[in-house]
């Protein structure tokens, strides 16, 4: 029995389960909350529109119908997890990438010219679409790097100027542009920058979205994971964002290291857009505000404890239950309840890193006490 205690007591004072243990809280409190708003809104069907928003595709009947849903569930996982690791990168090594919109779209234009005009293969596609995130990010990464500009400002500015970039070359233009739907064409299955399915469309149902890129971006998660955990320039960023003028006293070249840092952020927010464009599922529209995919990969990479494995599971369930929520608006709610879920559990999520500080601090007191008991004892 004391052996068991102990292995818990261990296991709870790891960092990693700290940081589990604080963003299942962000995510029950967000949840809870959502569930007095439906009260307020329609008691008698609150209980089930909740059931609803947590079920997801569980809520069909229809088995084909569960496995086409959960596909869907997982296609618009993929690209959020991309750009949650695409924070998470930058973030490690001291920045603060709030420019990933800007680049998503700088990289969906290159996506719709070579992949819809020129109908190139699909994974020289994706290379190039992340090429293009990782100069435009670079040119915030060198503001950083040689003139020391606030990373937020020089990215929140170039958000803006890719928007209207992107809407401006892309609008109207008879290569890429459908004017029947004012947006530009879908990129389809016949397509050659058309990510392959690899039966994944049978596994689901016939669900012609979810192909390759769930596997491309779990590895790639895993590439992350390995690079920070078991390389030498991971360290190097990771010492860099901790201090980077120590980092640069070190040996660690720092310029070097922030323009890296910012090129692998740029790739993998290029990456999400491929993700999701290169499945047929959406296309560019003409919009006065920046993807909010950018933004929303912020919190999915906090609620995910910053660790490259933490935001796949914090992507699948911001996306789970922002989809589930679509499914509630026949009991009389509005689908933006599970928005103002993902809100709170976003806003909470900005607490994941307090909590753990007043854990480790509570484990470090609780350590003193046990050393000073031991001494007294002693003496």
């Not at 009260?39 to 569980?58: F, K, Q, R, W």
């Not at 086409?68 to 997982?74: A, E, I, R, S």
């Not at 389809?188 to 689901?204: C, V």
């Amino acid at each position: 029995m004391n052996k068991v205690k102990s292995f818990f007591n261990k296991l709870i004072k790891k960092d990693g389960t700290k940081t589990a243990l604080t963003s299942l809280w962000c995510a029950l409190l967000g949840l809870i909350l959502g569930f007095f708003i439906l009260l307020m809104i329609n008691p008698s069907e609150a209980t089930y529109g909740m059931s609803s928003v947590l079920g997801n595709y569980l809520v069909f009947t229809d088995p084909a119908d569960k496995l086409n849903y959960f596909g869907q569930t997982l296609a618009k996982t993929a690209p959020l997890i991309a750009m949650s690791l695409s924070i998470l990168v930058s973030y490690k090594a001291g920045l603060f990438n709030l420019g990933a919109s800007g680049q998503y779209s700088v990289a969906v234009l290159v996506i719709s010219f070579l992949g819809v005009g020129l109908n190139l293969p699909w994974w020289l596609v994706i290379i190039l679409a992340m090429v293009a995130g990782a100069l435009y990010s670079m040119i915030s990464g060198a503001l950083k790097a040689f003139f020391n500009v606030n990373e937020v400002i020089s990215g929140i500015m170039l958000n803006w100027i890719a928007l209207y970039l992107v809407n401006g070359i892309l609008s109207g233009n008879p290569l890429v542009w459908d004017n029947a739907h004012s947006e530009a064409f879908v990129i389809e299955s016949g397509n050659n920058a058309y990510i392959p399915q690899i039966g994944f469309d049978k596994l689901f149902a016939g669900n012609d979205i979810v192909g390759l890129g769930m596997i491309l971006i779990l590895v790639i998660a895993i590439i992350i994971f390995f690079l920070f955990k078991k390389t030498t320039i991971g360290y190097e960023l990771k010492a860099t964002g901790l201090n980077k003028d120590a980092a640069d006293y070190a040996g660690m070249n720092k310029v070097k290291n922030i323009l890296i840092a910012t090129a692998i952020s740029g790739a993998l927010a290029g990456l999400a857009a491929s993700l999701n464009m290169q499945n047929g599922f959406t296309s560019w529209k003409l919009s006065s505000v920046p993807p909010d995919i950018g933004f929303l990969g912020i919190s999915s990479a906090f609620l995910g404890g910053l660790h490259p494995l933490g935001v796949i599971f914090s992507s699948y369930f911001i996306v789970h239950i922002t989809e589930g929520g679509s499914m509630i608006t026949d009991l009389g709610f509005s689908p933006e309840v599970a928005s103002i879920m993902t809100s709170v559990i976003i806003y909470l999520s900005g607490f994941v890193f307090f909590v753990k500080e007043i854990l480790r601090r509570y484990d470090l007191k609780d350590e003193l006490t046990r050393l000073s008991r031991d001494k007294e004892e002693t003496a």
